[in-house]
């Protein structure tokens, strides 16, 4: 089956949690085919998540890791991918949550990382560290859902750190080059995204400003007097 055949009719691979119907939640199909047109002809890739991407990527011949805890999800791709001639013999499923798994794995040189399991915080943020560690240097990582919180601060990150370059956004999906092999090294003062957010005057300072006076507002001035005195200690 050709790549471009799953992103014409992607299929339904995950459930609705409150009607037990199938849906399809997927990576737009314009992200998935800017990702083939970048990586090589036979890329090393892992995401975590499953869903369409992982039936793509497999359609692509790429060799594959695939991370999400949920075993039944894996049998319906997998069923899926058999009944369209779409072959899984390098195509690796782990039904794990991507937190435990990652930092044990010996997966390395990979091509690209997708970023596109749980939202939840700090989920992404944990995927993304330990996927960049797995990245080679000029390997791409991909984040998805940046419309939720998560997901936009990683980008939002990503745009502005010098380990990464080449920030482009498609949809909802950032997508970064990896350019340094140590992208963890760096102190925070060292993080443009950190420092204009922090510090006296930053972002991060007024808004614990704001929210320490909102909750002194009412006390008995001698109680007040004391928080401030303890908070410039």
Do not use: N
Not at 168 to 195: M, N, P
């Amino acid at each position: 089956m050709d790549p471009e055949d799953v992103l014409r009719d992607p299929p339904l691979l995950h459930v609705d949690g409150g009607t037990g119907q199938p849906v399809g939640w997927y990576v737009e199909p314009d992200v998935l085919r800017h990702l083939r047109a970048a990586l090589p002809e036979r890329a090393k890739t892992a995401e975590t998540g499953a869903g369409t991407s992982t039936v793509f990527f497999a359609a692509c011949g790429f060799e594959h890791l695939a991370i999400a805890p949920d075993a039944a999800l894996f049998a319906r791709i997998a069923a899926w991918c058999g009944e369209r001639g779409i072959g899984l013999e390098r195509v690796q499923f782990v039904a794990e949550r991507s937190e435990w798994f990652l930092p044990r794995t010996r997966t390395a040189d990979l091509d690209l990382f997708l970023v596109d399991g749980r939202h939840g915080f700090p989920t992404p943020f944990l995927d993304w560290f330990y996927g960049a560690e797995r990245l080679k240097v000029g390997g791409l990582c991909a984040i998805d859902d940046t419309q939720i919180l998560t997901g936009r601060i990683l980008a939002d990150f990503l745009h502005t750190d010098r380990h990464w370059s080449d920030g482009v956004e498609i949809g909802k999906t950032a997508i970064f080059r990896k350019v340094d092999r140590d992208v963890h090294g760096d102190e925070w003062h060292a993080q443009e995204f950190v420092r204009r957010r922090s510090g006296r005057g930053g972002r991060l300072s007024r808004w614990l400003s704001r929210t320490w006076r909102r909750g002194t507002a009412g006390r008995r001035p001698a109680a007040a007097g004391a928080a401030a005195r303890a908070s410039q200690r």
